[in-house]
């Protein structure tokens, strides 16, 4: 249950003609300590419950448990959630091997587009997308639990 990701800006809109999927999600942070995050998620109509551990010093791993709840427990949910929700569009691209996740935001984080890509190991290699900008990986502004407290257009 550890996670290996690494994250970038995006540089261009061209990631969404190569996108086989796309779905909303709205999420919110019952917890957003810096040791462990606890969120609820709503990805169309599908919920999660999700617990992340403290990210490792380079920011590429961290645990991360997540379990499905049902849509009502989510909406139940969401009100006891600390203030900033997320919302945002997500895209999956599949670029050789790997399957690029691109969330592009709205609200207080509107005209901000990350893209992050899970690795099996943190010395994995991959090939980068043409629409792929600078890495941001380990930087915890970029966190949903830190957009959701200190939004992109407040920078």
Known sequence: MIEIERKFLVNSDAFKTE????????????????ART??????DDKG???VKGKSTANGLSRFEW???????????LLPLCEPGIIDKTRYEVKSKDHIFEVDEFYGDNEGL???E???????????????LGKEVTGDIKYYNSQL????????
């Not at 996108?19 to 942070?29: D, E, P």
Request: no cysteine.
């Open 19 to 34: 996108a086989y999927t796309s779905y909303t999600i709205k999420q919110g942070f019952l917890n957003s300590n810096k």
């Open 38 to 43: 606890v969120r609820v998620r709503l990805k």
């Open 48 to 50: 999660y419950l999700t």
């Open 66 to 76: 997540e379990k499905e709840i049902s849509q009502s427990d989510v909406e139940a």
């Open 113 to 115: 587009v990350i893209a």
């Open 117 to 131: 890509v899970e690795l099996r190991s943190e010395s994995e290699n991959f090939e980068k997308p043409n629409w």
């Open 148 to 155: 959701s407290k200190k939004p992109y257009k407040k920078w």
